[in-house]
């Protein structure tokens, strides 16, 4: 049969590959020692014995003594026993699982001391007050996550004997005051547990293996899997490792250490020491710690090691590094590695200079920067400083800086900004009735709800500033303000600042700074080594992808920033916000037109206004395509409101007869399901006149900027087609409609008609409409509401964050296109489509088109570009040409 199963390796039998089995801290002590680096020796306890564990509630059998083993073989290595009553050999106990997963066990240290072997350390050290501070904090650490007694008790012993000894720090305890603690420590273990702290080593160090695996189940560690989604049933490796300290005076100390500035990327070597301390001292911020340049005077020797390891680690992993050491008495020593995690700007510039430096090709540089970090470079900042105190903290639901005064509804916020005020919406939590006022806010806030809320899917959609859950305010919409913890409270009107990025509310305006990185990719020009370094980058996308990517964009202004922003035409021009505004009133004349030539005369009146758009949208993109998308919403959506109306004739002594007449239109048109109802390309068919007046705009519009020496490539698309037959006759109209403009103008019109699929029926007869298209654009949003059978607006109201919770949804169906479902549609629609009409293109016009995964599965299932919102175009090149990288350049897991 098999092998048997290895559960325990020393550090020396394992490398980086080894990260599933050895966790990544083991995998990175193993890969280290293989270099030659000064680490200290012990042992890995693998993901498997601990899977094991977890399944049998017992360890495997061969663990006891395969441990055993490696012990033996860790103490004759350094020629000391653990815990021996002489000179002990001490070890550490570390969690370490596949990803670093902050909540599991912390690390307990000094493993091995005890009544006898306290004095030994004390003599072999030459140095009583360690030995016992040693024997206090491991009386602690293991009291505490092994034995589970309250931290705060021991924390309240330390604090009586400072303060009886009048004395501030941790460190001005001597000797004679540890033991007393340390006693005192134990009585507290004693009392609450009613066991004794162990004395014996091995059982010490086999309770806190053993500790280390139940950590793996703990409320905190579930909780971040499940965010991070990692895998529950990974579990984590242990490791054993011979102590170094840092704590043995002066001329010892511990750090940590970045090969380059992982804020800025910067080259250099970054971190902090703290003398005479231990490790966890460094992160716990008892004492401030030094910035590791300061170990040059400290100890130059040390310092230029330490540089010399930094090279060799960055060189050898060909990424930024962090390291953590220690210095005992001048020797260094390396403790853990692991390639370090990076702030966005760092990430694009450590690409751009480990490309420079030849440490990276081109593909491998681009692999290592992603979409979501160069969306969140673009936005503006806000120049703070630390003496800016927040209002109140939130969840950073969506990044970037935004000010305005506080509105507390959505109706509010839509008129205001209509007339020009920068307003951020104040809500508790919203619901898709506050849509006008989300779509006209500078940025939304809320007190409830988390990354899932409603506020928080709808604007990270929209690419709006948002920090909900905002707990500590109390939001009073009636009385139209906010209190926030401090007392202040903020009114309507009152000017704030929400940072989306950190996730705090701030009282006033704070400075703006416009993000440099957003300038560069407008104007093409780099202004310093970040914008440098995006450029370059976008650069090497653009060259590689096979993905061509468009805007949605429905005025000349979009079109013209998202073609500065790269995009290679509009993939989905709406048509009807140009029924908005001022034109509503015309619409209202065609809903309501009692006759054809009412209703006629009313078309009339909005064709020029169309044609305006048209012309103006596709001078913009002059040269590129434009999918011209015919009108698509209910026509109820530009009457008023029914409830409204209806009140206010009731209230009316003498009621507007137009009113009245809207009201019964309105009523008449009410439909229970809108979203499946009179909409797309069945309005077109039931409304006389209304595509042929469309077309006709476009034609026009075409005509209009031939003769003005330009090239216009508009493409016509139907919406929401479900049969074939619906597309023939729409096509068939269209056509006409060209045809006869072309002939009054004497201009021949080429102007390629296809159609949206976003119905399950149109992906399945795709084979069909292939046959009427000249190409598919995939409307995901639409496609994801029908093929699962929800609506978007009620569900992300309702049962989403649930779904979330309970993981039936990893992530949103309408953030990241659903591959099983979704995805298949597609798939297999591009597929018939392409069998029956060679020449089909295809297309992604649904918000997936910007998102990063979706973009990769674009990819993959052979579409020929997508689109998205304008900002999101430097983004989507960027993934769209990752999405084309292949082998080892690939971008892995990030984690
Ligand atoms: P974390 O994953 O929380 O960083 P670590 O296992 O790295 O936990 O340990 C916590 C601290 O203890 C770190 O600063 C580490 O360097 C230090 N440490 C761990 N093992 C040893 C050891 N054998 N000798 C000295 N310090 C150690
Ligand atoms: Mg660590
Ligand atoms: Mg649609």
Same mark, same amino acid.
């Given at each position: 049969?098999?092998?048997?199963?290895?559960?325990?390796?020393?550090?020396?039998?394992?490398?980086?590959?080894?990260?599933?089995? +050895?966790?990544?801290?083991?995998?990175?002590?193993?890969?280290?020692?293989?270099?030659?680096?000064?680490?200290?020796?012990?042992?890995?306890?693998?993901?498997?014995?601990?899977?094991?564990? %977890?399944?049998?509630?017992?360890?495997?059998?061969?663990?006891?003594?395969?441990?055993?083993?490696?012990?033996?073989?860790?103490?004759?290595?350094?020629?000391?026993?653990?815990?021996?009553?002489? =000179?002990?050999?001490?070890?550490?106990?570390?969690?370490?699982?596949?990803?670093?997963?902050?909540?599991?066990?912390?690390?307990?240290?000094?493993?091995?001391?005890?009544?006898?072997?306290?004095?030994?350390? &004390?003599?072999?050290?030459?140095?009583?007050?360690?030995?016992?501070?040693?024997?206090?904090?491991?009386?602690?650490?293991?009291?505490?996550?092994?034995?589970?007694?309250?931290?705060?008790?021991?924390?309240?012993? %330390?604090?009586?004997?400072?303060?009886?000894?009048?004395?501030?720090?941790?460190?001005?305890?001597?000797?004679?005051?540890?033991?007393?603690?340390?006693?005192?420590?134990?009585?507290?273990?004693?009392?609450?547990?009613?066991?004794?702290?162990?004395?014996?080593?091995?059982?010490?160090?086999?309770?806190?293996?053993?500790?280390?695996?139940?950590?793996?189940?703990?409320?905190? &560690?579930?909780?971040?899997?499940?965010?991070?989604?990692?895998?529950?049933?990974?579990?984590?490796?242990?490791?054993?490792?011979?102590?170094?300290?840092?704590?043995?005076?002066?001329?010892?100390?511990?750090?940590?250490?970045?090969?380059? =500035?992982?804020?800025?990327?910067?080259?250099?070597?970054?971190?902090?020491?703290?003398?005479?301390?231990?490790?966890?001292?460094?992160?716990?911020?008892?004492? $401030?710690?030094?910035?590791?340049?300061?170990?040059?005077?400290?100890?130059?020797?040390?310092?230029?090691?330490?540089?010399?390891?930094?090279?060799?680690?960055?060189?050898?992993?060909? $990424?930024?590094?962090?390291?953590?050491?220690?210095?005992?008495?001048?020797?260094?020593?390396?403790?853990?590695?692991?390639?370090?995690?990076?702030?966005?700007?760092?990430?694009?510039?450590?690409?751009?200079?480990?490309?420079?430096?030849?440490?990276?090709?081109?593909?491998?540089?681009?692999?290592?920067?992603?979409?979501?970090?160069?969306?969140?470079?673009?936005?503006?900042?806000?120049?703070?400083?630390?003496?800016?105190?927040?209002?109140?903290?939130?969840?950073?639901?969506?990044?970037?800086?935004?000010?305005?005064?506080?509105?507390?509804?959505?109706?509010?916020?839509?008129?205001?900004?209509?007339?020009?005020?920068?307003?951020?919406?104040?809500?508790?939590?919203?619901?898709?009735?506050?849509?006008?006022?989300?779509?006209?806010?500078?940025?939304? +806030?809320?007190?409830?709800?988390?990354?899932?809320?409603?506020?928080?899917?709808?604007?990270?959609?929209?690419?709006?500033?948002?920090?909900?859950?905002?707990?500590?305010?109390?939001?009073?919409?009636?009385?139209?303000?906010?209190?926030?913890?401090?007392?202040?409270?903020?009114?309507?009107?009152?000017?704030?600042?929400?940072?989306?990025?950190?996730?705090?509310?701030?009282?006033?305006?704070?400075?703006?700074?416009?993000?440099?990185?957003?300038?560069?990719?407008?104007?093409?020009?780099?202004?310093?080594?970040?914008?440098?370094?995006?450029?370059?980058?976008?650069?090497?996308?653009?060259?590689?992808?096979?993905?061509?990517?468009?805007?949605?964009?429905?005025?000349?202004?979009?079109?013209?920033?998202?073609?500065?922003?790269?995009?290679?035409?509009?993939?989905?021009?709406?048509?009807?916000?140009?029924?908005?505004?001022?034109?509503?009133?015309?619409?209202?004349?065609?809903?309501?037109?009692?006759?054809?030539?009412?209703?006629?005369?009313?078309?009339?009146?909005?064709?020029?206004?169309?044609?305006?758009?048209?012309?103006?949208?596709?001078?913009?993109?002059?040269?590129?395509?434009?999918?011209?998308?015919?009108?698509?919403?209910?026509?109820?959506?530009?009457?008023?409101?029914?409830?409204?109306?209806?009140?206010?004739?009731?209230?009316?002594?003498?009621?507007?007869?137009?009113?009245?007449?809207?009201?019964?239109?309105?009523?008449?048109?009410?439909?229970?399901?809108?979203?499946?109802? %009179?909409?797309?390309?069945?309005?077109?068919?039931?409304?006389?006149?209304?595509?042929?007046?469309?077309?006709?705009?476009?034609?026009?519009?075409?005509?209009?900027?031939?003769?003005?020496?330009?090239?216009?490539?508009?493409?016509?698309?139907?919406?929401?087609?479900?049969?074939?037959?619906?597309?023939? %006759?729409?096509?068939?109209?269209?056509?006409?409609?060209?045809?006869?403009?072309?002939?009054?103008?004497?201009?021949?019109?080429?102007?390629?008609?296809?159609?949206?699929?976003?119905?399950?029926?149109?992906?399945?007869?795709?084979?069909?409409?292939?046959?009427?298209?000249?190409?598919?654009?995939?409307?995901?949003?639409?496609?994801?509401?029908?093929?699962?059978?929800?609506?978007?607006?009620?569900?992300?109201?309702?049962?989403?964050?649930?779904?979330?919770?309970?993981?039936?949804?990893?992530?949103?169906?309408?953030?990241?296109?659903?591959?099983?479902?979704?995805?298949?549609?597609?798939?297999?629609?591009?597929?018939?489509?392409?069998?029956?009409?060679?020449?089909?293109?295809?297309?992604?016009?649904?918000?997936?088109?910007?998102?990063?995964?979706?973009?990769?599965?674009?990819?993959?299932?052979?579409? $020929?570009?997508?689109?998205?919102?304008?900002?999101?175009?430097?983004?989507?090149?960027?993934?769209?040409?990752?999405?084309?990288?292949?082998?080892?350049?690939?971008?892995?897991?990030?984690?």
């Amino acid at each position: 049969m098999s092998t048997p199963t290895k559960y325990v390796y020393a550090f020396a039998e394992g490398g980086r590959d080894m990260a599933a089995l +050895l966790g990544g801290k083991g995998a990175g002590l193993a890969e280290m020692t293989r270099l030659g680096l000064p680490v200290p020796p012990g042992f890995t306890v693998t993901t498997e014995a601990c899977k094991v564990f %977890l399944a049998t509630g017992e360890e495997p059998p061969e663990l006891g003594i395969e441990a055993a083993r490696a012990l033996a073989g860790l103490e004759s290595e350094m020629g000391r026993a653990l815990g021996a009553p002489d =000179d002990p050999l001490l070890v550490s106990v570390r969690s370490g699982a596949r990803f670093s997963m902050p909540g599991m066990m912390e690390t307990i240290l000094d493993i091995g001391l005890n009544d006898h072997s306290v004095a030994g350390l &004390a003599k072999a050290a030459g140095d009583e007050r360690f030995a016992w501070d040693s024997y206090r904090r491991l009386v602690q650490m293991f009291g505490h996550t092994v034995m589970g007694v309250d931290g705060e008790l021991f924390e309240n012993a %330390l604090a009586a004997h400072k303060a009886r000894r009048e004395v501030s720090g941790d460190h001005e305890l001597d000797s004679g005051e540890l033991m007393l603690l340390t006693e005192e420590y134990k009585e507290i273990v004693r009392r609450v547990t009613g066991e004794d702290f162990p004395q014996d080593p091995a059982e010490q160090l086999a309770r806190a293996i053993r500790a280390v695996f139940d950590s793996w189940n703990v409320e905190r &560690a579930r909780v971040y899997r499940h965010r991070e989604h990692i895998p529950d049933d990974l579990g984590t490796a242990v490791n054993v490792q011979a102590m170094v300290f840092g704590n043995l005076g002066h001329d010892s100390g511990t750090g940590v250490a970045f090969t380059r =500035d992982p804020a800025t990327g910067e080259r250099g070597v970054y971190g902090d020491y703290l003398p005479d301390a231990q490790g966890e001292d460094v992160v716990a911020g008892v004492r $401030d710690a030094l910035p590791l340049t300061e170990l040059k005077t400290l100890d130059p020797r040390a310092y230029v090691e330490l540089g010399d390891h930094l090279r060799t680690l960055e060189n050898h992993y060909r $990424d930024l590094c962090d390291v953590e050491f220690t210095v005992e008495r001048g020797r260094l020593w390396i403790l853990q590695t692991r390639v370090g995690k990076r702030t966005a700007e760092a990430a694009f510039r450590i690409a751009h200079d480990l490309r420079e430096e030849r440490t990276l090709d081109a593909d491998e540089a681009l692999a290592r920067v992603d979409g979501t970090a160069l969306t969140r470079l673009m936005f503006p900042r806000f120049d703070t400083t630390p003496a800016d105190v927040p209002l109140a903290r939130g969840v950073p639901a969506s990044p970037g800086a935004a000010v305005g005064v506080a509105v507390f509804d959505s109706a509010e916020a839509a008129r205001r900004a209509a007339d020009g005020e920068a307003v951020v919406l104040v809500r508790r939590e919203t619901t898709p009735d506050d849509l006008p006022g989300m779509i006209a806010a500078q940025a939304v +806030l809320t007190s409830r709800g988390g990354k899932t809320s409603h506020a928080a899917v709808v604007a990270r959609g929209m690419g709006k500033v948002c920090v909900c859950g905002a707990e500590e305010l109390d939001v009073d919409t009636g009385a139209r303000r906010f209190t926030a913890a401090s007392g202040t409270v903020v009114h309507d009107g009152d000017m704030i600042s929400v940072d989306g990025t950190a996730g705090t509310v701030h009282l006033g305006a704070l400075p703006l700074t416009d993000s440099d990185v957003g300038r560069a990719l407008e104007t093409g020009t780099a202004t310093g080594p970040l914008t440098a370094a995006v450029l370059d980058g976008l650069a090497h996308a653009d060259a590689v992808r096979r993905l061509q990517v468009r805007a949605n964009a429905d005025t000349p202004e979009d079109a013209a920033r998202a073609r500065a922003l790269g995009a290679q035409g509009i993939g989905l021009c709406r048509t009807e916000h140009m029924f908005l505004g001022e034109r509503r009133e015309l619409v209202e004349a065609m809903i309501l037109a009692p006759d054809d030539a009412a209703r006629a005369e009313a078309l009339a009146a909005l064709l020029p206004l169309q044609r305006d758009d048209f012309t103006g949208i596709l001078a913009a993109m002059d040269g590129l395509p434009v999918t011209i998308r015919l009108i698509d919403p209910p026509l109820h959506e530009f009457l008023p409101d029914r409830t409204e109306l209806a009140v206010r004739l009731a209230g009316s002594a003498h009621p507007d007869p137009h009113e009245r007449e809207l009201l019964s239109a309105v009523e008449r048109m009410h439909e229970e399901n809108p979203m499946l109802g %009179l909409r797309g390309v069945r309005l077109g068919l039931a409304v006389p006149g209304l595509t042929a007046m469309q077309v006709r705009a476009v034609a026009e519009a075409v005509v209009r900027r031939l003769r003005d020496g330009g090239r216009p490539r508009a493409e016509i698309m139907i919406p929401l087609v479900g049969t074939v037959e619906e597309l023939r %006759l729409a096509r068939a109209e269209t056509e006409r409609v060209l045809a006869e403009v072309a002939a009054e103008t004497g201009t021949p019109l080429d102007c390629p008609i296809g159609t949206m699929i976003e119905l399950p029926r149109a992906a399945l007869t795709a084979g069909r409409l292939a046959e009427v298209a000249d190409f598919f654009s995939f409307g995901t949003n639409d496609l994801t509401q029908t093929t699962w059978g929800l609506s978007r607006d009620d569900a992300e109201a309702s049962f989403f964050p649930l779904y979330l919770d309970k993981g039936v949804f990893e992530v949103s169906p309408f953030e990241t296109i659903d591959e099983q479902g979704v995805g298949r549609l597609v798939e297999m629609a591009v597929e018939a489509g392409r069998a029956a009409n060679p020449r089909l293109e295809t297309g992604v016009c649904g918000e997936h088109g910007g998102d990063p995964d979706s973009i990769h599965f674009f990819h993959r299932a052979g579409l $020929d570009y997508v689109s998205c919102s304008p900002f999101r175009i430097p983004a989507a090149r960027l993934e769209a040409g990752r999405a084309a990288l292949t082998g080892s350049a690939e971008a892995g897991d990030t984690r």
